[in-house]
């Protein structure tokens, strides 16, 4: 389970919403070793797209 902590720089659910996916992602990727492929698969999502998610939460191996 993960907890979320409301900071002042969440100003409403978008934020939120963004922070857990951005956590949600980094841990499947990292449990995929940062194969896109498969994670994309585990997703049912195009690789692309998780392609450019990773750029758009600016995600980076081993970060936590």
Do not use: F
């Amino acid at each position: 389970v993960t907890v979320i902590k409301w900071s002042p720089e969440m100003s409403g659910w978008t934020d939120v919403r963004d922070k857990i996916t951005r956590q949600y992602l980094q841990k499947l990727l990292d449990r995929h070793g940062w194969n896109r492929t498969h994670a994309a698969r585990e997703l049912g999502i195009p690789r692309e797209h998780v392609v450019r998610l990773i750029k758009r939460y600016q995600l980076s191996r081993g970060e936590r």
